[in-house]
């Protein structure tokens, strides 16, 4: 199995939400995070002086899939993701040895 | 005793314009409650700059056109124009709010010294003023004590207007859909209420105008019970239908129904017995909880319900003194009323939609969808409401 | 010169109970800041929902009922019962308070309903008001300006009988431990700390009942004075208590040792001279400090602390008077004051017991155990009070 | 007749008193939104322990210092102590209020017993007060109707010492550089800036003294009309000042330079007509904005702004009523006017300067470093202002 | 050595902790999340409109451990997390490489 | 490839941030985190009763790298994080499979 973890603009997570559930994905976590890359921060304002903000904020899905599912997406996420500009982020992809569902026990592939 | 009637009716005066002044918190607090938290400094930042601009367009101009001189033989004249005063940034306040999270500043800024310095003051002068219309067949003869036309539809009518200009935040209606944008601030939401609560007590009671005497002190304190009852009825209502439909209790609509009531008592809260406001306000938070949805089917993007509160609970309550106090020996009359609901229409929307419209064409009024989708507080304030809060997703 | 009387005192009147309306969002902001975020709305609702409910009740009912007639011929008519009728809600709110976080919406507003109508009517009948005890050997001689007993040990009462049927919030007392459940907003928690005690000098300024004679109006500014001066001395005996205890300062703890300060001097802030008071603040906030801790071991649950600032210190307060200004001329004694406390707690303590127990049958108060976990605000109200902010764990 | 004017002024005093009542949670509110939310707590309770700390010195000491009687025939002694007491906490709020996010209690808490029993009232003793400089060549003629020089400038010079003395923030200044440290929660700045603006009108307003005669209602009303709008003309210049330099609208410098206007024009409302009030406030404005930037060129770090506010307008203030409102046959002269600021500088400055060197040999000022890092209210109060929110990184 | 990732509803987390506390497990890194699934989100209401909330918030918390505590470990979390309501969570393990605690420079099984 | 992720005191950010930039990476994403280990939480008052808050917050940085880049991110995160005191943190390092940008489309080392 494989780890997705995805990090992406956050105005973003409903469509790629959407488009996810599309193709029959359905579990996910999602946490907030602040990202630090190309795509540089805007400067803010405070009593007359000028700042940089240069966290940005992302969001980050991460998903865990059986193997064969992991280029469809992959590709799907791209495609709800993409804006063009610079920031729209990155997808990484581990391995996973094991899952287990809580409620029931379960493991690997029927605990997806 | 001169004196006495002078000195007492310009401290009732002032403390009423005091209350009104708590007003200006009232409606920024509810504002920025009720909007997301990428916009709460915008619309703090406009609450503030309308208090600021317009009263200044008013103290500069708009006074001496509405009411023809300053001179004042009852009261300290100073006392009669800050509690004129504390009446104009309202309706602009009505207005604003009701566009917040896709307004831009700079054009709001232009059009609050216009209805600071000649709308809202136009309708004043015709309504409760110098009365330019006197003599013609337009003469207002409506009974509106403390501004359910002359304020809360006014405002209302110029944000009908912004609002089919403006049009709706982005992503609020999408595919037929609405999307449903919750309030960011719950307790500022209710601190804001509240205040305005607060704020209405002087804002009808020191409409009476005087409480030197036996007769107008009992007029003040009862203006002052009934707006209150109006108040309490339109909660309670609107709280009971919340819960007959959803047994939920939705703190956002008790509030508008209480609001709701108040604006519908505002025309003639001397006028009634100690019951009929109950009514009043009942049918006001009524029309909010109906209001609120129609409106959105209509695809008329209103974040705070100011339509709902102000507008549709401003022709409601000037028809309801017509309905319930009318007098016709005092001149008050149904079609006295309804009379006035139309003409303050008939003027202050054409005029509030031509003004929104040119100054739009020189500074567009909406902001780009993608600052939309930052947030006005960073593009047009450079300030974060809550930087170090962290945002859910 | 009755004209004057009249004026000032309907004007005076009017004032103080716009000061003490601003305690309807101060009670609002003190518990909203009190509790955890999940049930913050909750909690705004119900402050809200009392305001309208229980006023409307003492409208309707209770306000004949305590003082048998509308009749008044020192002020207007209205403002008297606005200023009557700005009480009520204040004694639900110290009930309401103290078992937020598990009560359930519907069956509290049942209770708010017959207290506003009959319960605390009928403590003020016996002691300001009609007094049906007349004559019988029950008659109160009491002496209680401002309520220390009508107000807040009536409250009090509420709250014991309310919290021994409701029992604590979940996790809260577990495995003989007690689990701290720490305020979730301390800047809400000042604000409304603040507007309590600014309404406070409403509360007690106003009930002298008049300020149109030399007489009086130093009789009210002594009152307001030395209500003011008791709340500073119980935050800085709270304070001082913390800081040899912890060598922190604990501002929840200074705030409730000002509260209970506030409630203590509330039984005569007019029959004192200017320095009495700094002793009994202090006391006030010491019994504060320590009946806190007391609670918590005999499990009675109460998230604001309004057992300790309004029951004990509405008891030490009414005691007060009895101890620092007897004067068995004016018929103010230790005893007439100790009889009144007996009295008002034997009738309101089991007769709300009674009544919360019944509705408790019928309607239960207790939210789930489930829907407590996961907040009042989601499962009463269906609004979440920041939904945009994300929650620390 | 005496009666009326006494009842009247006293209720008057009492109204203007609560209003400046409103300015504690005010003041509290402002600075809990401008601080880092580690230190919120911390401002809080620094805040409500000076308002119990200071007025109950003053209560036992400084009034009479002060004054030299308590005796009053003009109206109840209890409300003219009550009106004086509601000002002497806004000297140390001041002063505490700039020191914040480094500064510890305790010291502080000596500090402000100090300041209210002993310097703020010498102040008034010379200004306002008995005047034990009467007669000497350092006599003053400075008029200061309600405090830009004997409140504000008292505040900003205690300030200025005391920044001298506890040193900035840590990692305010680094490497030459100034790290901007932004607000935290902005509807609380914006809250608290409106409950000051609404004391602001009891504080000037009441400091005429008297509204029982035509002459002193209308002089109270032109009182409170200028302080508006001196507040309304800082407010508008610093936006616009700000919009040109950055085509934002920030909102902390928006409201900073209404304050700045209402500080300016606090020594004379009652003597300009009713456009002088923009210029003064339109110039206290601009000072604020320009003096900001230069008290952080000068590495004195002052997290509120309050040097610019107070002090430099207190100064500014205080001219300007030698310049637009010099009358020498009442002795208001622009010479009289600086004497008055010198003389007051002369005293406030080196006193608090040693009075605040002397408390920080024996319990120093300034937390250590980690303890700056962890936050002031972890290490000071034990409890944290928003424990369930997460806070951003 | 490995990483365990456990995504378990809020209010169980001092459960687990305590749990955990028991068999000797005293390091641990948490965050918040918000969890996407079977169990379904509440719809919530707003002036008159209802609407549903679909991320459910829930608590990660990743342990790293040595290969041989791993079971005991995943077993004491199931035990300790499960309601038998949907929705309870789901654990993840994976292979970390190298683990080093920054305060020392000691590394794997010396910076667990 | 490989990621790494590092647990930091929060205030030692910036000057992570700043060391890591002048070694030249300047991609990471950042989150809050709440650590649970040797280093205690302090206690709080409320009301008068004291209470001990165990997690303490951290700041989780997560880097992917080319693995020749590993050792020297590694001994900069450690220095700048260092304060030598209990409670500093920890650095887990795994293995990457694959990583794509979103934006362009690029994958693995290109899309670092
Ligand atoms: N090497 C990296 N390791 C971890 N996260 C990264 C890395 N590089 C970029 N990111 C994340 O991806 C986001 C987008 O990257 P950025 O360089 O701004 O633009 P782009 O996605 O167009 O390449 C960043 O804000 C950050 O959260
Ligand atoms: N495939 C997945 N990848 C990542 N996280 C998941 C995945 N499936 C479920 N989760 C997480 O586990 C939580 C519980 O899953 P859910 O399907 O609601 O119930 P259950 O745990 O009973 O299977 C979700 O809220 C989500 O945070
Ligand atoms: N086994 C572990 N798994 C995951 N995170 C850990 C583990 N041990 C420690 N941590 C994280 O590292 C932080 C610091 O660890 P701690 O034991 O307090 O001090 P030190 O870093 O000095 O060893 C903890 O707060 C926690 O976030």
């Known amino acids: 199995m494989k780890k997705i973890e995805a990090i992406i603009k956050p105005f973003k997570l409903e469509d790629v939400k959407d488009a996810l559930a599309e193709i029959g994905i359905t579990g ?38 059986d193997d064969d599912q992991v280029e469809e997406v992959v590709n799907t996420v791209v495609e709800a993701a993409r ?30 | 005793m001169a004196d006495f009637a002078y000195v007492i009716d310009t401290f009732f005066t002032l403390f009423a314009m005091v209350l009104i002044i708590f007003m200006v918190p009232g409606f920024a607090m509810l504002e920025a409650g009720l ?30 056109w509405a009411f023809g001189s300053w001179e004042n033989s009852s009261m300290s004249m100073w006392a009669a124009f800050m509690f004129q005063m504390a009446f104009v940034g309202k309706t602009i306040n009505i207005m604003s709010g009701g566009v917040s999270e896709r307004v831009r500043m700079m054009p709001l800024a232009v059009f609050a010294v216009i209805m600071g310095a000649l709308i809202y003051p136009t309708v004043v002068n015709i309504s409760w003023g110098a009365n330019m219309l006197e003599g013609t067949f337009l003469a207002l003869s409506m009974y509106d004590l403390a501004g359910s036309t002359v304020i809360h539809s006014t405002g209302g009518w110029a944000l009908l207007a912004a609002i089919l200009i403006i049009g709706s935040r982005k992503g609020r209606y999408m595919n037929g859909k609405i999307r449903v944008i919750p309030a960011s601030n719950i307790p500022l939401v209710v601190l804001g209420a509240f205040l305005l609560w607060i704020g209405w007590f002087g804002f009808n009671g020191g409409s009476v105008g005087s409480i030197s005497s036996k007769e107008s002190a009992d007029a003040v304190a009862l203006t002052i019970m009934n707006t209150n009852t109006a108040g309490l009825a339109g909660a309670i209502i609107a709280g009971s239908l919340m819960y007959i439909r959803y047994k939920l209790f939705d703190i956002t609509m008790i509030l508008n129904g209480a609001l709701g009531g108040l604006v519908a008592v505002t025309a003639g809260p001397d006028l009634y017995d100690i019951y009929t406001p109950i009514l009043i306000g009942a049918i006001g938070g009524t029309l909010v909880v109906f209001a609120v949805p129609i409106f959105d089917k209509l695809r008329l993007d209103d974040p705070v319900g100011a339509l709902s509160v102000h507008l549709v609970n401003g022709i409601w309550g000037t028809l309801a003194v017509g309905i319930f106090a009318s007098n016709p020996a005092e001149g008050i009359t149904l079609m006295g009323q309804l009379k006035g609901i139309v003409v303050v229409a008939a003027f202050v929307f054409p005029v509030s939609f031509i003004v929104i419209f040119i100054i739009n064409k020189i500074v567009r009024f909406r902001a780009e969808e993608n600052v939309q989708l930052e947030g006005m507080d960073v593009n047009e304030c450079g300030v974060e409401a809550y930087p170090e809060f962290k945002r859910a997703i």
Chains 1, 5, 6 share one sequence.
Not at chain 1, 35 to 56: C, I, N, P, T, W
Not at chain 1, 84 to 90: A, E, P, T, V, W
Not at chain 1, 91 to 103: A, K, L, P
Request: proline content about 1%; cysteine-free.
């Open chain 1, 28 to 65: 996910m976590t999602v946490s907030e995070v602040k990202g630090y890359g190309r795509q540089k921060g805007h400067s803010e304002l405070y009593r007359g002086a000028e700042y940089v903000v240069d966290f940005l904020p992302k969001v980050k899905m991460e998903m865990i899939l």
């Open chain 1, 83 to 112: 804006t063009g500009k610079i920031g729209d982020g990155k997808i990484f992809i581990s391995d996973i040895d094991q899952i287990i569902r809580i409620r029931t026990g379960e493991t690997d592939s029927e605990a997806v």
């Open chain 2, 35 to 64: 909007v997301r938290t990428k916009n709460v400094t915008a619309v703090l930042t406009v609450n503030t700059m309308i208090y600021a601009v317009a009263s200044m367009a008013f103290l500069l101009i708009g006074y001496s």
